[in-house]
DNA sequence: CTGGATATTTCATGTTGTCAAGTAAATGGG
DNA sequence: CCCATTTACTTGACAACATGAAATATCCAG
């Protein structure tokens, strides 16, 4: 039995989500793309602009292996984007931090992420909380 | 000008919506998983279940250059689950469409999709109906 | 019929992702 | 202290996805 009790409503909300989703990314490639940097790497630098963070850790961030983080820092770096420091705490670790062009590059990229800003304005201030509520509950469930 | 009227509870809804974002990716990953396929392939494959369709049409769904959408192709029929037609009205166009067993696989991938229905559980259908029509005006904001 | 537009593919290239193997450093039980 | 294990990161091999340019076949307008 594929689909009982399917609730309409509830199938419009999924199409709307799946629509959320769609246009998020298409405007976050397209303002990492301005600056030219790809999706992941926009995430990295964002994720480092707000403190230096281990390679295993931004790994975890991602949900990606490891390996996978030493070739977006790696292109990073080779921007002047970013720096690999050592961990005074643990010779193992190095801590990807932001260098000054980096850290201006973060607040630009910040800056032109207004896709979900703009379109809340449409929203009451009373009607943007009740969404908050909704969705807070929505990723609890 | 950087930050001008930042309404904390927009800056939440935002969070919010990148919370959501980054659930639906990895539900959706993890579904397509489950039968063997990418996110790429799960949606290119689900897409053709509704009806069989030009590359080129593919491409404009999925917002990418068409020579990308040969590639897809070419791995889903190599597993049996799609294949090349011609189109009777136009010999320079392909219609990709799923073969018995690619219906079947899209049928079941469906049925695993259910990460946004079960979350919504926890609302009621009055709320859900209030989540609908904020999204909807959010996205046409 | 010819010239330009359109649909698809191929090729070169780059980024992201995985996994397995390797190096270096920390850590804990004897 | 010493060694075995674990942890952090990198490297290398490989696949999928993505773009852009060039090639081929077909369509269509004049």
New interface residues.
Partial sequence: M??RR??P??V???E??????S????EYEHAAASHQLTGAQAKVLNLLSLEPTPMRRIAQKL?CEPSNVTGIIDRLESRGLVERRPDPADRRVKLAAPTEEGLQTA?RL??SLDF????????S?A??????D????????
Same sequence: chains 1, 2.
């Fill in positions: 594929p689909s399917v609730d409503v509830t419009e909300v999924v709307l989500i799946g629509d959320v989703v246009r998020y990314h298409m949900r607040e910040r800056e979900a800003r703009e379109p809340l304005a449409g929203l201030a009607e943007r909380a009740v969404l908050r909704l969705l807070k509950r929505m990723l609890e469930g």
